[in-house]
């Protein structure tokens, strides 16, 4: 059973699940939810920008956010646009994070939005003598010092929005018991195997030391994918501030992030089961691909109707 709740300006709340159809919840993570959804005419709210929404279904929590956009056409219902919370994060604005971690500086940049906080996990890793960020999405920037501590420790981190709170977690901790397989509960998907993007067999990272006037060199290679696959070269210049021990860390850490096959799992279409959420770790299993692994969900759409419920995943093998 679908439940749709509005807060209107006033702070009344009403429940318009009887005027609610075709929702659908598209789950991220690294930015915001976003939730449509038509409301057939109705005497009773018609919903205006800023107003909270709700979507449960079968008392599950799947999206509290904002109306952000209104539409519609001579003949057919209007059609409502919510995000989640994490859409406040499109500003663009300046800050400093030096010698802080990833999870203190989201922790910094939920406190000045307004947003509301729920889990926040030690990323651990101090991000040194990070250059500032200057007029840039602060999203982003949450996602660049999540992106710097796994290339530099190998650890996953991400950031969402759960039901209007917002949280990071190490997908460590989010290991979900679902099972999804070819045989029983996945009824279609898209796979592809590439070395074309992001697949790196030798990192080759380059320090000015200013004190002896030179150019220290670092390189991590793989010799055998490299006769496999022909050299596929990351180059990167370090800032002065990072030392050789770190800069021989990172290097090795990048090697074994990208000397690797590039493999995406699209459009999974999952039956019988509403768990499915982005920043979970799922166990798929799909022979023909010869996948029977943990796999990170990063996007998921849920459609709802009040007798139905279908999702459609993506998955990132991490």
Known sequence: MLEAMLTAEDGNIYDI??????????????????????????????PAEGNAISIKYDNDPYFKGYVFKDSFSNRDPAKITAYDQLRYLKAKDTYSFKNKTASQAARQI?????????????????????????????????????????????????????????????????????????????????????????????IKLVRDNKDSGKREVYISKDSSTIRKWGLLQYYEKLDDSVNPEQAKAKSDALLGLKNKVQQKLTGVEVLGDKTVRAGYMVFVEIPRAGIKKYLLCTKAVHSFTDVSHTVKADFKLV
């Not at 009887?18 to 659908?24: P, S």
């Not at 959804?37 to 018609?46: A, E, K």
């Not at 250059?131 to 010092?145: N, T």
Request: proline share 2%.
């Open 17 to 46: 699940s009887q005027v609610v159809e075709a929702v659908d919840f598209t789950d991220n993570i690294n930015q915001a939810g976003i939730c449509t959804f038509n409301i057939l005419p109705n005497d009773v709210v018609t």
């Open 110 to 202: 939920f406190s000045d939005f307004g947003l509301k906080v729920g889990t926040v996990e030690d990323t651990g890793y101090n991000l040194g003598g990070l250059s500032p960020f200057d007029d840039k999405v602060v999203l982003d920037m949450i996602s660049d010092c999540i992106n710097l501590t796994l290339r530099n420790t190998k650890k996953y981190f991400y950031i969402k929005d759960e039901f209007g709170l917002a949280v990071l977690r190490n997908i460590e901790s989010t290991i979900s018991s679902l099972l999804v397989s070819t045989g029983s509960t996945i009824s279609d998907y898209s796979y592809e195997r590439s070395i074309d993007d992001e697949t790196y067999n030798q």
